[in-house]
């Protein structure tokens, strides 16, 4: 999937940017990393996009397996009047079709236990990217601002210093 591609790329600019001397913090480039975050909000809708057709799927699947379930009983049901006369055959017809019906109602559950099972990864995926993404934009944006606020100070102390040989 594209989306962990992006991903990939934004850890790896990460990763390999320079180190501010005597720091371990690192400079990264601004633009880069937005237009990666901009690629990926792009690139999520699909991801959305992707769910959404699972969770109709599953109900496509469940309506077929429903109707297929019903033409099964029904099935059985026209056995059973077809072999009424016999008890014998009646007995084995009423047995058979319990059975079918197991079966299909087991079928079901199964395709349905299926469908919200891959649902549910493709959605716990996608929210482990999101807060793994916002958790290393929030800690990047701290850090960014930490050293903002220092050299800040410097260039203030530098002003005042400056000012005070003048005088």
Do not use: C
């Amino acid at each position: 999937m594209e989306i962990f591609t992006l991903l990939e790329t934004l850890e790896e600019l990460l990763e390999t940017s320079r180190n501010l001397p005597f720091s371990s913090k690192g400079l990264v480039d601004r633009e880069q990393m937005l237009d990666l975050i901009k690629e990926i909000r792009i690139k999520l809708p699909d991801e959305l996009k992707q769910a959404k057709w699972v969770k109709e799927e599953r109900q496509r699947i469940l309506v077929e397996a429903q109707k297929e379930a019903d033409g099964i009983v029904k099935e059985a049901e026209n056995r059973i009047i077809a072999m009424i006369d016999e008890h014998e055959i009646t007995r084995k017809a009423y047995d058979q079709k319990t059975e079918i019906i197991e079966t299909a109602n087991e079928m079901s559950r199964e395709i349905s236990a299926g469908t919200k099972e891959y649902a549910d990864s493709l959605l716990a995926n996608t929210e482990d990217v999101l807060n793994d993404t916002l958790e290393k934009l929030g800690s990047n944006m701290t850090e960014a601002l930490n050293l903002m606020q220092l050299s800040l100070e410097d260039t203030i102390k530098t002003i005042q210093n400056s000012r005070k040989e003048l005088k």
